[in-house]
């Protein structure tokens, strides 16, 4: 898929609409999904950034080509924190951080530490 090309100020415009989908630990070369697209990730994929607001069904594939999937309501600015579970091979809801930790995850990813993986 190429890759959108933006002015500066619709990136902005979009970063502050937009929700966020932070992945931690997804292998590389599993697939992940959201709505009717999906990719196979990288060493380097940590999330998707600029995802409107709504109801969105994101997908992870887990353990023997199998697929989990879940729809989450994203408002914007909000962070969704999802981390892969190698024993379960599986994502879930849950993130397993505690919440003050997840409180660090979603203040890094507002201030674009996490932007050169999503």
Do not use: Y
Request: hydrophobic share 40%.
């Amino acid at each position: 898929m190429d890759a959108i090309k933006l002015t500066p100020e619709e990136a902005v415009a979009r970063l502050r609409r937009g929700g966020f989908v932070l992945c931690m630990d997804l292998p590389e070369t599993r697939e992940f999904g959201c709505d009717i697209m999906m990719w196979q990730v990288g060493a380097k994929f940590q999330g998707l950034k600029m995802i409107p607001p709504g109801i969105h069904l994101l997908v992870f594939e887990a353990g023997h080509h199998s697929r989990v999937a879940e729809f989450v309501c994203i408002t914007p600015g909000e962070v969704v924190v999802r981390r892969w579970d190698p024993v379960q091979e599986d994502i879930a809801p849950s993130s397993g951080f505690p919440e003050d930790q997840l409180e660090r995850l979603a203040m890094g990813v507002r201030n674009n530490d996490f932007d050169g993986s999503m």
